[in-house]
């Protein structure tokens, strides 16, 4: 019997999405770069910086690799809204009413689902009615908007004299600096448990992000 398929993301959220994977892993190598040639403070031996980076000492070719992916980046957000729009996708991005509830319910679920299976006992998951649960959506609706920080940290610095206006938004210089390294580790730690998920979620999932439908109406 044919399964009924439902159209879940757009093709160019699918492309700004695959995009993302190469644009944020330069833009942190190079990043990284830019940092080490100037560290305010260096929390971490120098193996780290000289290893996860793409070099040390080195701030010009640094910028120009970072400025390199910056615009892709800021092209690669266009398109991503273009196709949130288009495909009508930023409806299911946006907080509901019942959010906190429902964040809660998932992440009992998922603190309880190892326990419960070694166990061997039943540990249903919340019933979801929407495309994403509330956590997804919170933590889908963060990367947009990280994004936008990121670039606006990022001119912040670049222009602070003719986009003065920008830098005293995030109080000083230094501050769109903390800014814009925080949300660094904000898109890394996001990514971490988004691939477990995806994994654990399974493969309609995974194939929803490759060719844009799915078998399963909800979630
Ligand atoms: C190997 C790495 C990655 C894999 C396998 C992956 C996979 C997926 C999949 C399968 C979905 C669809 C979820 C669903 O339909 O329920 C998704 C959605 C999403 N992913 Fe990823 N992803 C990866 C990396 C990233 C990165 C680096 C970002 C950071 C920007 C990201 C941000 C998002 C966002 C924002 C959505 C929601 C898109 C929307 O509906 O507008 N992903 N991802």
Redesign the pocket.
Known sequence: MDVPLTA??HLL?RLA?WL??PL?LGLTLSGISVYWASPVFKPFPPWVYERFSLGTFDLARALRLHWFFAYWFMLNGLIYAIG?VAGG?WR??LPRRHDLRDAWAMIRFYAGFVPMKLRRKPWPHPVVTSK?NAL?RAG?LS?PLAGLASIASGWAMHKPVQLGWLERLFLSYDGARVVHFFLMWV?LF??VP??VL?VADGWD??R??VTGWSERTH?
Do not use: A, P
């Open positions: 879940k993301h959220v999405h993302n994977i944020l949130l996708g299911d991005l994403y997804q889908y990367m898109f996001f990514v988004h691939v995806v999932t995974f929803s992000m979630g």
